[in-house]
């Protein structure tokens, strides 16, 4: 059973950084593709930002590419996501997210941490 914990949340005025970061404990992290989602106050939940095992392979949201940065280290069972050039419609509910596979899809993550607030103030 993976357990995943979200950290680094907080309130941001438009154009700053924040770094999320998510340990994981309890699996196989190192094999594990990890995501980033997050979820709207009245949207729905919606993909981020994904990272392979290998910390390579990179899927990114259109809505953050160029601004948001994943990486992982294996070694410390974290997965990280920068934000920069923050934006008030980057304002929602961080979560990270474990998969067998990079995928975009969130039906395939299987492992969910509880989620951190990131908002964004203009």
């Known amino acids: 059973q993976v357990q995943l914990v979200e950290s680094g949340g907080g309130l941001v005025q438009a154009g700053g950084s924040l770094r999320l970061s998510c340990v994981a404990s309890g699996g196989t992290f190192r094999w594990s593709s990890m995501g980033w989602f997050r979820r709207a106050p009245g949207k729905e939940r919606e993909f981020v930002a994904a990272i392979a095992w290998n910390g390579i392979n990179t899927y990114y949201a259109d809505s953050v590419k160029g601004r948001f940065t994943i990486s992982r280290d294996n070694a410390k069972n974290t997965v990280y996501l920068q934000m920069n050039s923050l934006k008030p419609e980057d304002t929602a509910v961080y979560y990270c997210?474990?998969?067998?596979?990079?995928?975009?899809?969130?039906?395939?993550?299987?492992?969910w941490g509880q989620g951190t607030q990131v908002t964004v103030s203009s």
């Open positions: 997210a474990a998969s067998g596979f990079l995928t975009m899809n969130i039906q395939s993550y299987n492992y």
